[in-house]
Every structure is written in structure tokens, then in C-alpha cells.
């Protein structure tokens, strides 16, 4: 079974977000960058579990520059074979999808896994287009995935609930919640990480079709109103009259 | 001119579904709704109401297969000579508006929270810690409506409804079983969500906070710590690796306030935290706090509604 699992880097969840240059790009300046939350701990853990019982193999890939290299060992350590890197600023998602399937469409996978979203631009978009891209089935926000031979059966959230689907390989999942556990990278996979293949590849003439042109922090909150505990009469007074939300 | 709006009819109209028509009506092109599946006439032509000139329906497709989806949308796209499409950003939207974005060579803005000014739509972005301005290079646009970011507007007059066949071809994906819990109020949907965490010690404890939320009518959430361990169910789980969600009112009790909590919950109207720790991270993201302990604030608080319910 040959999967491949994209990777993205995103700043550690407990980054204070900052913008420089007139609030037209994010200051990077001090920020610790991870392995994306969802591509981690669901798609490349699931892909590595599946691997483990199926034999194969799982490239994971990243459109990203060579300061991403760091977040891309700490994805082989914790167990994938190879790593692809499309030498290029993921300038949008189309642009990043388009990098990916153009590699995707020369290497026969049978399943491409990604997050469900990343959790800088939580776009949700990346996988649909190259499931499109492609011309294969998507399945989105996946909470568990099997297979068996070329049929997988998955668990994806829809509103309020779960619905179970079956699919053919080769098709594209993106990755949530439940999929699998987390997994620390031991000193083994660290050491071994070391020497494991990152095929730096260029980048296809592709155009973005969006961009980000500036950014806002929210409105700060005004200050938390203090409520007497024994009294909720007067919470529910206020939630009614002042907030209007009941 | 036209902006062709996808809308999910599988369970009636839900409100993201009128949000996504009234939005795709502040476009100032003409509206058509485009629908799948095997809702009504009469259901369909209140989408008018909400600002559609009219409302196609492809019977040929009962899934909810985004490939099938794809086509059936782009193929009205063209015969409609719609320039932009708009979706609600709910599972349908991420999944069939990536595809499309790919078919058309159309930019796609997932999770609009505005309409367009000076060209540029606004979306979150940091798990709500920052918003972003994007513009859409394309002369083809798909935008994704972040469910809760407008109030439908009613009013108008009923639609006609057209049947439409876009040759949506065969589903990739089959569907086996679908379990949506009965009379449960859907997360993403809920206007007033009652949420709790760690600090009420086990799952014996939720009681209080399933009534509170019953009173309400409020939908029940919880942290994720409470998730991993198994005290509530996985889909309740909020913050930046759970649902994201945007209600009117989030109550959250015996819940800290961690930096990856508040990114699920910080678009919400107005939140109200208890925690026994005057010190909790939390209240500082709080319009209204109270210090206290959970036990005793919850019932207390529930007393309240049921007085102010019975007060009319
Ligand atoms: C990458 C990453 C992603 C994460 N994603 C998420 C996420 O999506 N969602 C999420 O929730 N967390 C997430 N977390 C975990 C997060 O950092 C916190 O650990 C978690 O939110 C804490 O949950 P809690 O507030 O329920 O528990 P605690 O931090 O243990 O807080 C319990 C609170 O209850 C209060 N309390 C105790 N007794 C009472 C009482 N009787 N009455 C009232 N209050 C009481 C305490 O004062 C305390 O503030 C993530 C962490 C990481 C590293
Ligand atoms: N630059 C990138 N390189 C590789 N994969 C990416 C990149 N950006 C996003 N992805 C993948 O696409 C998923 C969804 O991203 P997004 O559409 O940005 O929310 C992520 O969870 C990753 O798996």
C-alpha cells in the first residue's frame, strides 16, 4: 500500500499572533513552528498504523521552503520513509494542491491523507482540490479510517452526527479527531530521521488564484463583568436585557 | 450576471442554508439556488423568501458524493453563466468547494464571515486569533459562508423551482449508515451552547449541565481533556483540534481557558465562565464571570432560567 501524507507547518498553538510590514504579513519572529495538529497526529499516524499492517510505504510531502525542513524530520521521526519537499512558498491552497497533485499524478498512490485543516489559515481546502485534481473520490473530516485490500471503509462527521462510507483506492481522506493517537518520536526514529531521503523538488508553473492582502488582531474584549455567585437571577437578567442573547 | 448558491434541502431548510441565499442576495447579481436530493417544491420555493430568483433541483442525486455534487453544481454554473458561487461552509462546503475551485479555475475564500469590500472578504484565520483580508484573483469566485456570521433576511416572495439534470455521473463514495443522535441540537448550529470541562471532576457530574442546557435549549459541549478520557463523547469536544463554533452565548464551567480551548470558542457573541479560580485564563475572555463553584452555580443558574422562562 503506497500512501502519502501532506504535511504542513503551523506555529505552536500557544503563539501570540503578530503582524508586521502595515499588517500585510505574519511576524515570524520568535514563533516556534510544529508539525500541523491534524497532519500529525491523525493523517500520518493513521497512514503509519496502516502501513504497519498492510506493508507499504509513506512519503509524506510539503510545499515549503528550506526552513521547513526542520518540521519535516520531526515527521520522519516519528516514522515516515521518505519526504518530498516542492522547493516553493505555498503562495495559496490552489497553488499548494496543484504542486502536489502534479506530483501525486507520477506516483501511483493509493491513498493521499492530509489534516483536516491546518490551524494558520484553517482553509479546509487543500485536500477537495486535489482529490479534484486528481479525479478521485474525497472524503472529508474523516474519524476513522480501515482497509481492506483496495476497499476502505471510513467514519466522517456531517452536521450533528457520523455517517459510514465505503470507498475504492486510490482516493484522498483529509484527517480529523479520532483517527488515530498521538505518537512521540523516540530517540531511534530521531537518530534515524537523520539519514532518510528529502527529494527536494521544483515547483510547476502554476498560477495562485487568491492571496492574502492584510491582517486584523479582533477587537479586544472590555473588561469581564463580575457576578455574585449566589445571585443568577441577575445573570439571567443581564444575559436577557444587556446581551440579548436569551 | 447570476451567483449560483448551493444549498443542502437533505433535512429541510437549516438556518446556514438561508444565511448562505440572503448572503449570495448582497452580491447584487441575480440568485439561483441550486439544490440536490428530494426536498419539496413547496419547501424550496420559500428560498425565495430569502432573496432566490429561482431554485434548480437535481433529483438524479441523493448523495451527498462530492464528485456528484462537482458536477451537477459546475454544470449549472455554466448554463447559468454564473460568475460566483457560494457555499456554506459546513461538510458540503468543504468538500465540494475545494472541487469546484479546481473545475472553474475559481478562487475559492472558505469561511467568509463578511461580503466583499474593496475586493478583498474576510475570513479567520490563527484559529480565531487574527482575521485575514483575501482577494480573489480569478474572474471566477466560489466564497464559503462561516455558518452564524449574518441574520437570514426574509420577506420576499416565493421562487419557482426548476428541475435541472447535470449529469452528475456516478457516486465514489457510498454511504453504509448514518447516525445523527436523535433530538440532539447540532453543535455547529447551536445559538447557546453550555459547556464544561475537568473541573467537574466525572461524567456522573454532567447532569446538571444537560439540564441547565435543556432549559436553554442550549446544545452541550465540553473541553477536550473531558473528550480524551472519555467522559463526554468526542463530537463535543471544542478548541482548536475540536469543533470551531460561533454561538450567541458559550457558558463554559470548570473549564481553565486554555489558549487551544479559547481558539474553538473565541468567535462567540458573549461568554459567560465559572470557575472557582478567580485567577482562571478564561475570565479574561469573559463578558461575564462568576467565581464560584460549579456544583452550586450551575443549579442555581437553572433555577434562574426556569423563573425567568415561567415570567415570560
Ligand atoms: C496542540 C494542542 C491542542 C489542544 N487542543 C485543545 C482543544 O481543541 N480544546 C481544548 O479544550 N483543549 C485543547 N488542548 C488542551 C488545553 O491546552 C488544556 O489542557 C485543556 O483545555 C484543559 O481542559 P480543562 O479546562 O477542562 O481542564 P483544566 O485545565 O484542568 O481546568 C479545570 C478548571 O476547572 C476549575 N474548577 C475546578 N473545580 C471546579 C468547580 N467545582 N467549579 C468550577 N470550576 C472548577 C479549575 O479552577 C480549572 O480552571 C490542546 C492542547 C494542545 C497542546
Ligand atoms: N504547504 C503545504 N504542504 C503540504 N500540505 C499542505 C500544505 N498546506 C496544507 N496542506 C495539507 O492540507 C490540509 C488542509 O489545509 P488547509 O486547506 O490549508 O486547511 C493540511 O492539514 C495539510 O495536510
Not at chain 1, 482553509?123 to 474519524?143: C, K
Not at chain 1, 469581564?224 to 439571567?236: Q, R, S, W
Not at chain 2, 458540503?92 to 475586493?119: C, E, F, H, Q, Y
Not at chain 2, 464544561?196 to 441547565?212: D, H, I, S, T, Y
Amino acid at each position: 500500500m503506497k500512501l502519502l501524507v501532506c504535511i504542513s507547518k503551523s506555529p505552536d498553538t500557544t503563539s501570540k499572533i503578530t503582524f508586521k510590514e502595515d499588517n500585510t504579513k505574519f511576524d515570524e519572529n520568535g514563533v516556534q513552528f510544529i508539525v500541523n495538529p491534524y497532519d500529525e497526529w491523525y493523517a500520518l499516524v493513521r497512514a503509519l498504523e496502516l502501513k504497519e499492517a498492510n506493508n507499504g510505504s509513506v512519503t509524506i510531502i510539503t510545499v515549503g521552503t528550506a526552513v521547513d525542513d526542520a518540521v519535516i524530520r520531526k515527521a520522519l521521526a516519528i516514522g515516515a520513509d521518505e519526504a518530498v519537499r516542492i522547493n516553493s512558498e505555498p503562495h495559496d491552497a490552489y497553488f499548494t494542491a496543484m504542486q502536489i497533485a502534479d506530483y501525486a499524478k507520477t506516483n501511483d498512490f493509493d491513498i493521499v491523507l492530509t489534516g483536516k485543516e491546518t490551524i494558520n489559515y484553517n482553509g479546509s481546502q487543500v485536500g477537495g482540490m486535489i482529490a479534484e485534481a486528481l479525479g478521485t473520490p474525497f472524503v472529508s473530516l474523516a474519524s476513522k479510517l480501515d482497509v481492506n485490500g483496495s476497499t476502505a471503509t471510513l467514519e466522517t462527521e456531517i452536521v450533528g452526527g457520523v455517517e459510514v462510507v465505503e470507498v475504492n483506492t486510490p482516493f484522498v481522506v483529509s484527517c480529523a479527531k479520532g483517527m488515530a493517537e498521538q505518537r512521540i518520536p523516540n530517540m531511534r526514529g530521531i537518530m534515524a530521521a537523520r539519514t532518510k531521503p528529502l527529494n527536494v523538488i521544483e515547483p510547476s508553473a502554476i498560477e495562485a488564484l487568491t492571496s492574502f492582502e492584510s491582517y486584523e488582531l479582533p477587537p479586544s474584549k472590555s473588561a469581564c463583568k463580575m457576578i455574585n455567585p449566589e445571585n443568577m437571577e441577575e445573570l439571567v437578567d443581564l444575559l436577557h436585557n444587556e446581551a440579548k442573547v436569551i | 450576471m447570476s451567483t449560483l448558491v448551493y444549498i443542502n434541502s437533505n433535512n429541510g431548510l437549516a438556518k446556514n442554508t438561508l444565511e448562505a441565499i440572503t448572503y449570495a442576495k448582497k452580491l447584487g447579481e441575480e440568485v439561483i439556488a441550486i439544490t440536490t436530493g428530494s426536498a419539496d417544491d413547496s419547501v424550496l420555493a420559500t428560498l425565495g423568501q430569502y432573496g432566490a430568483n429561482k431554485v434548480l433541483i437535481d433529483r438524479t442525486v441523493n448523495t451527498d458524493d462530492s464528485q456528484q455534487i462537482t458536477n451537477v453544481v459546475a454544470a449549472a454554473a455554466e448554463s447559468m453563466g454564473s460568475n460566483s458561487v457560494v457555499f456554506s461552509h459546513d461538510f458540503i462546503g468543504k468538500s465540494v468547494g475545494p472541487r469546484l475551485s479546481v473545475r472553474l479555475k475559481a478562487g475559492l475564500v472558505p469561511g467568509a464571515t463578511d461580503i466583499p469590500r474593496n475586493g478583498k472578504i474576510r475570513v479567520n484565520v490563527f484559529s480565531g486569533k487574527a482575521m485575514g483580508f483575501v482577494s480573489i484573483k480569478s474572474a471566477r469566485k466560489v466564497i464559503s459562508l462561516l455558518p452564524n456570521s449574518l441574520q437570514p433576511e426574509g420577506g420576499g416572495e416565493n421562487c419557482p423551482v426548476e428541475e435541472f439534470n447535470g449529469n452528475a455521473g456516478i457516486a465514489g463514495v457510498k454511504v453504509l449508515d448514518s447516525k445523527v443522535p436523535e433530538g440532539e441540537i447540532p453543535l455547529p448550529e447551536a445559538e447557546l451552547v453550555v459547556s464544561a470541562g475537568r473541573g467537574l471532576k466525572g461524567p456522573e457530574n454532567w447532569g446538571m449541565v444537560e439540564e441547565l442546557a435543556k432549559e436553554l435549549g442550549a446544545a452541550t459541549a465540553c473541553s477536550r481533556p473531558v473528550a480524551d478520557i472519555g467522559w463526554r463523547p468526542h463530537h463535543e469536544h471544542v478548541g482548536q483540534t475540536g469543533v470551531a463554533i460561533r454561538p450567541n452565548l458559550y457558558i463554559a464551567a470548570g473549564i481553565s481557558g486554555a489558549i487551544q480551548h479559547l481558539a474553538g470558542v473565541n468567535g462567540s457573541k458573549v461568554i459567560v465562565v465559572v470557575n472557582t479560580d478567580p485567577e482562571a485564563p478564561f475570565f479574561k475572555a469573559a463578558d461575564y464571570g462568576v467565581v464560584g463553584d460549579a456544583f452550586e452555580v450551575i443549579p442555581r443558574l437553572t433555577e434562574a432560567v426556569k423563573k425567568f422562562k415561567a415570567n415570560g
